[in-house]
T-cell receptor
Framework: GAVVSQHPSRVICKSGTSVKIECRSL??????MFWYRQFPKQSLMLMAT?????????EQGVEKDKFLINHASLTLSTLTVTSAHPEDSSFYIC?????????????????FGEGSRLTVL | EDKVVQSPLSLVVHEGDTVTLNCSYE??????LLWYKQEKKAPTFLFML????IEKKSGRLSSILDKKELFSILNITATQTGDSAIYLC????????????FGKGTRLSVIA
């Protein structure tokens, strides 16, 4: 079945550095991908919606200059955490929907990547 | 604003017990409600519910939706330690390609 692959699964970086997280749809095209963030013992919160070929749309309170999203192709979206600080340490998960399954049905299945655990020292 | 409220937030039970997890929601143009199980990494899909009153079942897990009262329950019978996880409820609004709105989850701990 369709799979979303996310990389890296775990990253530790120093404060002030930038970290890039990749999200790929492996056997389907995703014009839209969703990026979530999950702090310890909390739920998944939508950060932004990544749109292929256009700007991402960010949820209220999410800094677009800090969390750079690039969706350059139909199978790849990247999230770059710029100038990371310890408070950015979190679990980041991407998700995408197989729109071929969506067409003609009420909902298409939404697939999640494996998640990326970021620790900023 | 779309909202999903889960209860209880945490629960500790003994193996063999039956548990019921609750999820209530407020969403414009409801499409579906989904249940996920999350252990250490990304959530894994359990159920998608779109119609009221139709129970979905998978092994010891079952779920049902009430669209009139705007809630869903997830039942787990004969719990095992491997059921220990966070159970997330999410709703999907509108049609087309929209994100899920998640509740805070219920942290279930099953002790031997």
């Amino acid at each position: 079945g369709a799979v979303v692959s996310q990389h890296p699964s775990r990253v530790i970086c120093k404060s002030g550095t930038s970290v890039k997280i990749e999200c790929r749809s492996l056997d389907f095209q995703a014009t839209t991908m969703f990026w979530y963030r999950q702090f310890p013992k909390q739920s998944l919160m939508l950060m932004a919606t990544s749109n292929e070929g256009s700007k991402a749309t960010y949820e209220q309170g999410v800094e677009k200059d800090k969390f750079l999203i690039n969706h350059a192709s139909l199978t790849l979206s990247t999230l770059t955490v710029t100038s990371a600080h310890p408070e950015d340490s979190s679990f980041y998960i991407c998700s995408a929907r197989d729109l071929q399954k969506l067409a003609g049905t009420r909902t298409g299945e939404l697939f999640f990547g494996e998640g990326s655990r970021l620790t900023v020292l | 604003e779309d909202k999903v409220v889960q209860s209880p937030l945490s629960l500790v039970v003994h193996e063999g017990d039956t548990v019921t997890l609750n999820c209530s929601y407020e969403v414009t143009n409801f499409r579906s409600l989904l249940w996920y199980k999350q252990e250490k990494k990304a959530p894994t899909f359990l159920f998608m519910l779109t119609s009221s009153g139709i129970e979905k079942k998978s092994g010891r897990l079952s779920s049902i939706l009430d669209k009139k009262e705007l809630f869903s329950i997830l039942n787990i019978t004969a719990t095992q330690t491997g059921d220990s996880a966070i159970y997330l409820c999410a709703v999907e609004a509108h049609s087309g390609n929209t994100p899920l709105v998640f509740g805070k989850g219920t942290r279930l701990s099953v002790i031997a």
